[in-house]
């Protein structure tokens, strides 16, 4: 089964829905699963949903503090941590930033595209290629514990410019 998000990086798309909609589903499964969704969990949340690019921690930091209060590194990472374990995001290794899951209801492997024009990562899911991979990880005696894939070129939007 392969699955994938419309295309995020098309003007037309309704970003604030789907805000609202990550939000939601956090409360929701944060409820579920007896933990809580702090003011500040849900707060780098939302700022992480503020664009379908990945944000980098010290950019969550600048962002988060202000003039009279210095949220500190330590507590950003706490919080990343707290929401990668929830599978509320996803942490793409290439880039050392972090992007909202759009399937966070169930735990996934999954094939992240990453626009190198625009920015735009967009979240796959892929059976076939988590078959494949899983099959030749077997074949030379190595256990896969999680997988994150990463592919970089452009996306529909930026082809068309």
């Not at 409360?27 to 980098?56: D, F, M, N, Y």
């Not at 796959?124 to 997988?147: P, S, V």
Request: glycine share 4%; net charge negative.
């Amino acid at each position: 089964m392969d699955r994938s998000m419309p295309d995020i990086a098309d003007p037309r798309h309704n970003h604030a829905a789907c805000i609202a909609t990550a939000l939601k589903s956090a409360e929701h499964l944060c409820s579920a699963r007896g933990v809580r969704l702090t003011p500040l969990r849900r707060q780098v949340l939302e700022q992480i949903w503020q664009s379908h690019e990945a944000i980098k921690a010290y950019d969550l930091i600048h962002q988060l503090s202000s003039d009279d209060h210095t949220v500190k590194p330590p507590t950003v990472y706490r919080v990343l941590e707290f929401l990668l374990a929830q599978g509320l995001i996803h942490r793409i290794e290439s880039l050392n930033g972090y992007v909202g899951c759009t399937s966070p209801e169930h735990e996934h492997d999954c094939l992240l595209l990453i626009c190198r024009r625009c920015g735009v990562v967009t979240e796959m899911e892929n059976t076939t290629i988590k078959q494949t991979l899983e099959e030749q990880a077997h074949r030379q005696g190595f256990q896969l514990e999680h997988q994150i894939m990463e592919g970089r070129g452009l996306c529909a939007h930026c082809r068309e410019q």
